[in-house]
């Protein structure tokens, strides 16, 4: 099986495809395999893994960062051998790919930062929060996003209403993934979410000589689709795309659209 010594942390990984390293991310690998894995294998080396906690990848103890997250991606490319890759990833995998980009600019050729925030308003850390007390109780998680203001009943939907029952939707099912392979490792991932906040880190954005795609869905939450908007303005090369009709879980609901915005982005710079 592909495992990779990430400086001390095993990963389980999965690669397809030649040409420049495209490093797709965020909780477990095959969230990525059905839509995004054969498409951009037709024009990359797509590397794609377990991140720690998840799937068969080892669950450090302690508390963990984004930072963390971040050196995990730099350890399986030392691991793998590549000097630079493009870096992306939705929710979680949007904040490690802005935090690689910030922590390793010199190994990053692009990040692309999907369907995140660059810090949380009130009611999203209220959100979080609860999130963690669902797992606690052994309940699924992030059903529903948060709210963006306190007159919502309750926030958006993660995927479009219907779409479970669709045949991609019946058919993601039957694949192994979740937040955390275990409830200690579910939480501990919320918590780098809940802890996340890269305003400080803003006057480095500003200088970071690596293009940045911000995408979102025009489904998400109003408040995401407003401060990833506040995030791409602080990047010194940024391209920002909002998918219509489209919510949190687009790159599996909306794959055609996703794919088309990811690829046009990096043909875009000459990768």
């Avoid at 894995?37 to 508390?63: E, K, M």
């Avoid at 949380?120 to 959100?127: C, D, F, K, N, T």
Wanted: hydrophobic fraction near 40%.
């Amino acid at each position: 099986m592909p495992y990779a010594n990430a400086g001390g942390v095993r990963l389980y990984y999965e690669r397809a495809g030649e040409g420049t390293p495209l490093i797709l991310q965020a909780h477990h690998h095959s969230a990525w395999m059905p839509f995004q894995l054969p498409y951009f294998a037709q024009f990359y080396q797509v590397i794609t893994f377990d991140r720690r906690g998840t799937g068969r990848s080892d669950i450090p103890p302690g508390d963990w960062t984004a930072a963390d997250l971040a050196s995990d991606v730099r350890g399986l490319m030392d691991a793998l051998d590549l000097e630079r890759a493009i870096v992306g990833g939705a929710s979680l995998g949007g904040v490690i790919a802005c935090q690689f980009g910030l922590d390793y600019p010199d190994r990053s050729l692009a990040l692309i930062v999907g369907h995140t925030t660059p810090w949380l308003w009130p009611l999203g850390r209220q959100w979080l929060e609860e999130q963690i007390e669902t797992v606690k109780r052994g309940e699924r998680p992030i059903v529903l996003q948060p709210r963006s203001y306190d007159w919502e009943a309750e926030g958006p939907p993660t995927a479009a209403p219907g779409f479970a029952e669709t045949v991609a939707g019946r058919y993601l099912r039957t694949l192994r993934g979740s937040l955390g392979e275990t409830p200690e490792a579910a939480i501990q991932a919320l918590r780098v979410l809940l802890h996340w906040d890269m305003r400080p880190r803003y006057p480095e954005l500003r200088h970071l000589d690596v293009p940045a795609l911000v995408i979102v869905g025009g489904n998400e939450p109003q408040k995401t689709i407003e401060l990833s908007y506040e995030w791409h303005q602080q990047f010194k090369s940024s391209d920002y795309v909002i998918l219509p009709n489209t919510h949190h879980g687009a790159a599996r609901e909306n794959p055609l659209g996703w794919n088309e915005a990811v690829h046009g982005f990096l043909r875009r710079h000459g990768l």
